[in-house]
């Protein structure tokens, strides 16, 4: 148990009962009342978001995970499949599970898999990705100078704005947190 001040964006703690992954922390204390912490909060296993105002007196569960790197090989269906790189133990994980993080798996990447009760809950990407452009309008030509972007299709699906001089078949880094173009892979 840790207090209620002491949560931050990440945790996985037990609210009434359930999984929970901690979206948002914010304090507040407001003049002569007691402080407070309001929370957005994830139920991992329904998906359903809400937020919940604990005292700052409170004390939350935390809940303890197991975490192994393990290596995506595939996906099929709603199903994407995971290698433990330490025993070659594979694991599924329904798209549910993994909600955002679907958008950056490309086959080899190494990931970390939360479980909890040896049941799968969600990944821990790499800060960074590098994926392939799949489409995207050719550059306009002169448009090296100004600082105009355009869309771009990844392997994955993920739509990104990209600098002028990216072409179909380029590598680009991509930042896991935002979704967003960081630079050209080499």
């Known amino acids: 148990m840790i207090p209620a001040t002491q949560l931050r964006a990440g945790m996985a703690i037990l609210h009434e009962g359930n999984l929970c992954r901690v979206m ?3 304090h507040i204390t ?31 569960e935390r809940a303890e995970l197991e975490e192994h790197e393990m290596e995506f ?3 099929s269906g709603d199903e994407f499949h995971f290698m433990n790189t330490d025993t070659y133990e594979q694991v599924a994980i329904h798209s549910d599970d993994l909600g955002d993080a679907v958008r950056f798996l490309t086959p080899n990447v190494k990931v ?9 809950v969600g990944v821990e ?8 452009v799949m489409e995207t309008a050719p550059g306009m030509k002169g448009a090296s100078a100004s600082n105009s972007g355009k869309p771009a299709t990844l392997e994955t699906g993920l739509q990104v704005v990209v600098p002028q001089f990216i072409n179909v078949g380029d ?3 991509i930042d896991t ?6 630079e050209r892979a080499k």
């Open 125 to 132: 990407l790499p800060v960074t990705v590098d994926l392939k």
């Open 73 to 75: 090989l595939y996906g």
């Open 177 to 182: 947190a935002e979704a967003k173009y960081l």
């Open 30 to 60: 407001p003049g002569n009342w007691r402080g407070m912490v309001q929370t957005k909060l994830r139920n991992l296993k329904s998906g359903n978001s809400f937020e919940y105002r604990f005292r700052s007196e409170d004390r939350v």
């Open 24 to 26: 948002s922390v914010q």
């Open 112 to 120: 970390i898999v939360e479980l909890y009760e040896h049941r799968p």
């Open 171 to 173: 590598v680009v880094r």
